[in-house]
């Protein structure tokens, strides 16, 4: 994957995967088509305003930015990347359940169930 952020190459506040995150993303794209990624975004709603959306997509449109962790890659779209600057995408396995949690610096407010942000 060229052209990708590494965590050798980390921007000053660019989206920071985890080790335990980029473990169930692997996880997860070795039953989907070789290339596949995770995609990250922002989307408007929620309790609090925005939510945050996951989803598997074959390829990047080309102005997303790649960060590539462990041999797994996660795309983030320009508008949402403005929202997730210096975010931590992790995985949580906990009495909630199993589920990416994102720790957003940006966000004024949550909710509860850790989905959804205002600013």
């Known amino acids: ?35 596949s990624l995770l995609r990250v975004a922002v989307n408007g709603g929620g309790c609090s305003g925005f939510q945050y959306a996951f989803d598997i997509v074959p390829d990047r449109a080309p102005d997303d930015m790649l960060i590539e962790r462990d041999g797994v890659g996660v795309v983030i779209d320009p ?11 992790d995985f ?23 989905t959804s942000f205002s600013i």
């Open 92 to 114: 949580v396995d906990d009495l909630m359940g199993q589920s990416f949690r994102i720790t957003n610096p940006n966000a004024a407010s949550s909710c509860g169930c850790g």
């Open 1 to 35: 994957m060229s052209d990708s952020l590494t965590l050798d190459q980390t921007a000053n506040d660019a989206p920071v995967v985890t080790e335990r995150a980029a473990r169930r993303v692997k996880q997860i794209l070795a039953k989907e088509l070789e290339g």
């Open 79 to 89: 508008v949402s990347l403005d929202f997730l600057r210096g975010a931590q995408i």
